[in-house]
């Protein structure tokens, strides 16, 4: 895992070098410093003492926050108020930038108080970083509607949900995790360590009953390490034998 996270954060290092930076090899100290506080901002905070959160000092908060801090970050990234960071530079949250352009100004042009010149008027005097972040906003409404437009057409070609409809189902979640329902319920505000409590719970009611074939499969595929992975690829070598190539038919 750490080997893992390493090659993605080196590869994100890497891609916000510039061209001189990147052929000089000559890169400032509070430069890195820059780029590693935007990957920890791209990845979550709050895995290391320097950017830990008060939370995570007590055990309880560890377990709500294990495997979500990279959520929490998310959440505020999205609705950071207007600010200023240790390097000078101005942050201010998509969702907030957004929001605070079309509060008044949409409700003043559906009413016809003002007209699109006006809006666009009003959006050339934001600020740079103001606009970024709109556009970054604007950029992922977009892609999330391609992604949902994709899935109308293959779904209803594709009957069976193959490789390529379930992959854009997965990237329409990720794009849509802020106002995914289900995810909040089932995952986000669950503490991993209860699932993980009443899977050795049905392990232990197993072996008291003398069920070999249960206690066998609870420790196998939600216990030990790796055992979600395991279902999912035997899972998929068994639907993969038994129906034919979706390529080749």
Do not use: C
Not at 49 to 67: H, P, V
Not at 84 to 101: H, K, L, M, P
Not at 182 to 188: A, E, F, G, L, W
């Amino acid at each position: 895992m750490d080997k893992t996270e390493n090659y993605i954060q080196g590869a994100a290092f890497l891609s916000m070098l510039t061209e001189e930076e990147y052929t000089s090899g000559e890169i400032s100290q509070r430069r890195v410093s820059q780029i590693n506080s935007r990957i920890a901002t791209l990845h979550g905070e709050g895995y290391t003492a320097l950017d830990g959160r008060l939370l995570g000092t007590y055990a309880m908060g560890r377990a709500a926050l294990q495997f979500k801090k990279w959520f929490v970050t998310l959440v505020g990234d999205r609705f950071q108020q207007h600010d200023i960071d240790r390097f000078g530079e101005v942050q201010i949250g998509s969702y907030t930038a957004t929001g605070n352009y079309i509060k008044d100004l949409y409700r003043q042009f559906r009413e016809g108080e003002i007209t699109l010149e006006q809006m666009q008027d009003a959006y050339d005097k934001m600020s740079v970083e103001q606009q970024r972040e709109m556009g970054a906003y604007i950029r992922g409404i977009a892609l999330a509607g391609i992604v949902a437009t994709l899935i109308l057409a293959i779904d209803e070609e594709d009957e069976t949900d193959g490789v390529i409809l379930r992959n854009l189902k997965k990237l329409n979640k990720d794009i849509n995790v802020i106002s995914d329902y289900n995810r909040h319920k089932n995952y986000t505000f669950i503490p991993s360590s209860i699932g993980l409590i009443e899977s050795i719970g049905k392990v232990l009611d197993g072996m008291s009953e003398g069920n070999t074939e249960k206690w066998e499969t609870e420790l196998k595929y939600d216990v030990a390490p790796f055992g979600k992975t395991r279902r999912k690829l035997e899972s998929s070598l068994e639907s993969t034998s038994e129906r034919e190539s979706e390529i080749i038919r």
